[in-house]
């Protein structure tokens, strides 16, 4: 193999393959981390940092403006993606694959050093907020850098599965959220873990970020990348005048329909992650520690779903890979409803699981499928859009729609939200041709 040329070398290659394998770790760490932020925030803004950061008015209000400042990190997302998509095209993949981790990991360490409502006042809340939009500032850049590294460097033919891992990163991030969330809440009385123990969860970013730091610091750049750049300026080609940004959203298709795509998926993910949280706590009393351990359990099997989705899809093609697990989260979503109502923690487990399985199997095949839309020129910007743009109008309102539902409507409420995101999923597969084996370069 050494007559492959570098800008080509995949990870099929055994040139490349030690390269590859940096590129593999370092991308799936910084998901973990990135992950391991926001699920945290989630789980913790469901529980206890709403009366320290929210004082005044009921538990319910408290909630929802815990839940909705978790969103205020949704809203800085599409910005962070439109920031360091430009540049990405623009300066390469790994420059935004460090600078977004550092901003992302120093964010959440903070969030564990404030003061509360408390001690000093509004100036808490106002910290909070701050550092939520950065957090999201930063994962609007970083997750798209992450996916793109490895399907640029990954062979075509097992492009689905090598770039379902940064895409697992979100199940392995939750675990390790909830594993932390609920090892503190086990180990110290309700007072102690309201009072300080919270800030542990986010304290614990910092030898997460120390790790992936390193990692990342010797990941070599994208080679499709590099080709790219190389063609541009032997034929002295002004491709980059006009920003990547513009320049995706003046060829509109590819973005509407991943964002079609990934709507039902992204509420799917924060309904059986986050809002579950809340609802079957406060609603049916379940035990929090109970709770936690049956989504960390699913998404031990959401982490199996993304990967065996990813590899599926090399297999079938990613609409048939991505259309079975859609129809069949419709499905589901009744029966999940009415075995949290059973109010038996088997079926919990059970309900939780089996969603956040076809969820997995849904998202797998969504990062290879997502960088397959765009050109080099513009796949960071196109990628970035999609990614973060589905976030802010699907994963942002999604655990506030949910609980407002459910209390306001009932679950039937929640279970039509569900179902009909969802359909605009199916609808957006149906419309969009197949992209597996497409070549990058």
Known sequence: MTNVPAS???ADSSVSRSAFRRVLAGSTAGAVLE?????LYGILAATVLGPLFFPGGNGFAQLL??????????????????????????????????TTFLLLGLSTSAIGLLPTYSQVGIGATISLVVLRLIQGFALGGEFGAAVLMVSEYGSPKRRGFWSAWPQAGAPLGTVLATAVVGGIALILPDNAFDQWGWRVGFLFAIPLLAIGFWIRRRIDESPVFQEAQARASASAETVRERSSILETLAHPGPVLRGLGVRLGENVAFYVYTVFVVA?????????KADVLLAVAIGSLLQF???????????????RTAMLVPALGLAAWAPVFFAIVQADALPLLYLGVGVGAALHGLLAGPEAAWIAELFPTRRRFAGASLVFQGSSIIAGAPAPLIAVWLAEKQGPT?????????IAVTVVALLLSAETRGADLH
Request: zero cysteines; charged letters at 15%; aromatic letters at 14%.
């Open 8 to 10: 080509r070398a995949t």
């Open 35 to 39: 992950w391991y932020d926001f699920a």
């Open 65 to 98: 403006l815990a839940l909705a400042t978790q969103g205020l990190g949704f809203v800085a997302r599409p910005i962070g993606g439109i920031v360091f998509g430009h540049l990405g095209d623009r300066l390469g993949r790994k420059p935004m694959l460090v």
């Open 279 to 287: 609802y079957a706590t406060k609603t049916f009393g379940y035990d």
């Open 304 to 318: 199996a779903g993304m990967l065996a989705g990813g590899h599926w899809s090399d297999r079938v093609g990613r």
């Open 413 to 421: 409420a929640v279970v039509l939200y569900l179902v009909g995101t």
